[in-house]
């Protein structure tokens, strides 16, 4: 007589069918994908705050397998800082760094400063 004739029919199953255990269930796969997303939102915050197209990155990051892939390479071809963009920028700020990079004169400066007020 073996053991597992005295064991219940419920008792009899594979601990492997259905939901499986631990190592090989659904939650691990779960907590990639819960990683993966984290992953491509912080990549998308920094594309966008480089000047880059965030939600390109943010897709190619999703991809499953080729995510990697793209992680690297986003990682080698980003910018070096972030860039402010031209909308938020102050339009004084603006005329002020075209006249000391000499790309108008004085007169023009002053002119062009009235007409922001």
Do not use: C
Not at 16 to 37: R, S
Not at 62 to 67: D, E, K, S
Not at 71 to 97: A, F, G, H, N, S
Not at 102 to 116: A, C, M, R, V, Y
């Amino acid at each position: 007589m073996s053991f597992s004739a005295t064991l219940p029919i419920v008792f009899q199953h594979h601990p492997m069918e259905g939901w499986g255990v631990w190592g090989f269930g659904w939650i691990p796969l779960l907590l990639w994908l819960l990683i993966f997303i984290v992953i491509a939102v912080l990549i998308y915050q920094d594309a966008e705050k480089r000047g880059m197209n965030g939600l390109l990155w943010f897709i190619l990051i999703l991809i499953p397998y080729l995510g990697l892939l793209f992680l690297v390479i986003y990682l080698i071809t980003r910018e070096e800082k972030p860039t402010e963009k031209q909308m938020d920028r102050d339009p004084k700020k603006i005329l002020d760094e075209r006249l000391a990079r000499g790309e108008i004169t004085s007169e023009e400066h002053e002119e062009l400063k009235e007409k922001l007020e």
